[in-house]
Nanobody, 121 residues
Framework: QVQLVESGGGLVQPGGSLRLSCAAS????????MGWFRQAPGKQRELVAA???????NYADSVKGRFTSSRDNAKNTVYLQMNTLKPEDTAVYYC???????????????WGQGTQVTVSS
């Protein structure tokens, strides 16, 4: 049974930082690319960051320079470090495990349950 469990969400002031974690089980973690998505109320879910099996990262333009994704294959965990947070970053953040194609981008196969991030003063 595949499980992706996110943690680290919460309420933070604008300009603050949060680090999300996603612990995976039931999959051969090192064989999967990992992705972070977010969905704000009334908006479509969007890909925020993807990290390949080899650790190469790609980011949405809206978070480049502020968010950093990393992975620890020994711990079956992927991280999303979020700095200089803005109110528009408020959303439910989802971890996913999937496949990355350099020609076609990232495709998720499995999803976590999501964690709320709220950026507000």
């Amino acid at each position: 049974q595949v499980q992706l469990v996110e943690s680290g969400g919460g309420l933070v002031q604008p300009g603050g930082s949060l680090r999300l974690s996603c612990a995976a089980s039931g999959i051969s973690f090192s064989l999967f690319a990992m992705g972070w998505f977010r969905q704000a109320p009334g908006k479509q879910r969007e890909l925020v960051a993807a990290i390949t099996r080899g650790g190469t990262t790609n980011y949405a333009d809206s978070v480049k320079g502020r968010f950093t994704s990393s992975r620890d294959n020994a711990k079956n965990t992927v991280y999303l470090q979020m700095n200089t947070l803005k109110p528009e970053d408020t959303a439910v953040y989802y971890c996913s495990a999937g496949r990355y194609y350099y020609s076609g981008g990232y495709t998720p196969d499995y999803w976590g349950q999501g964690t709320q991030v709220t950026v507000s003063s």
